[in-house]
């Protein structure tokens, strides 16, 4: 499977793609960790991504898509899918992933798309900020990463969804049950991807589940 997640900061995006990679046996490729390894290890490139991480803003997509490029082709390399989590983030990454995967023949077979509240998402990053220490989740920075996701990364969304592509599911349920409901719905489509021609899929929307269940 070959797969984009698309959700905004704190929807679980890192604990629900490393799910999907262990269940489809496909490689993670977290931008935001790579971008992370990266400045811990001071690496040139760390060195030059770190205040954009640290104010939350996003780094250029030239960078971000040469470091894409390269584990998309690796995957290719190694006959697997992938999950890439964390990119695109706005409209110039989607086309030009788009464009890198269709030359290498990985385009994405289905986008992901969590959706949550603001409200909740800022708990949560908030709670993350306590445990994790990590840098860019202060209540100053969690904002701003939320505006651009708004801004910026949410737009993208429509897009697949005329794809034809797009699965949508309810990140504010426990995290246990988003898992299921996802791995339900990808399992459902893993014979369709490579049958049924781009101009016929039709996107799924699951957010309604958890209330149609009585969840809510
Ligand atoms: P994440 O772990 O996905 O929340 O990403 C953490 C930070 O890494 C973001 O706030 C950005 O600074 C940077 N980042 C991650 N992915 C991208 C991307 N596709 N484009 C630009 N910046 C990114």
């Known amino acids: 499977m070959r797969i984009l997640l698309v959700a905004p900061p704190g929807a679980g995006k890192g604990t629900q793609g490393a ?20 400045v811990a290890r001071r690496t040139p490139l760390g060195l030059a991504v770190q205040d954009c991480l640290d104010r939350g803003e996003l780094v ?22 992938y999950v890439l989590d964390g990119m695109p983030r706005n409209m110039t ?17 289905v986008v992901l ?34 505006a651009i996701y708004h801004d910026v990364t949410h737009p ?6 005329q794809r034809g592509i797009l699965v949508a599911v309810d990140a504010m349920q426990p995290v246990d ?6 791995l339900t719905a990808l399992e459902a489509m893993r014979p369709l991807v490579n049958l049924v021609p781009e101009s016929a899929r039709q996107s799924i929307d699951l957010t309604g589940l958890g209330k149609a269940f009585g969840n809510h």
């Open 177 to 182: 049950r988003v898992a299921r409901q996802i």
């Open 93 to 109: 990454q989607a086309r030009a992933i788009y464009q890198i995967a269709r030359t290498l023949d990985m385009t994405a077979q």
């Open 60 to 81: 250029s997509d030239e960078i971000v898509l040469n470091i894409v490029r390269d584990e998309v082709e690796k995957a290719k390399r190694e006959g697997r899918g």
């Open 156 to 161: 993208i969304v429509d897009w697949y969804d």
């Open 113 to 146: 798309h969590l959706v949550a509240d603001d409200d909740e998402l800022v708990r949560r990053l908030l709670a993350r900020a306590a445990l994790e220490h990590r840098t860019d989740d202060t209540e100053e920075v969690v904002r701003r990463r939320l």
């Open 19 to 38: 799910l999907i990679a262990t269940h489809f046996d496909v490689p993670h490729i977290a931008t935001g960790d790579l971008l992370r390894d990266h």
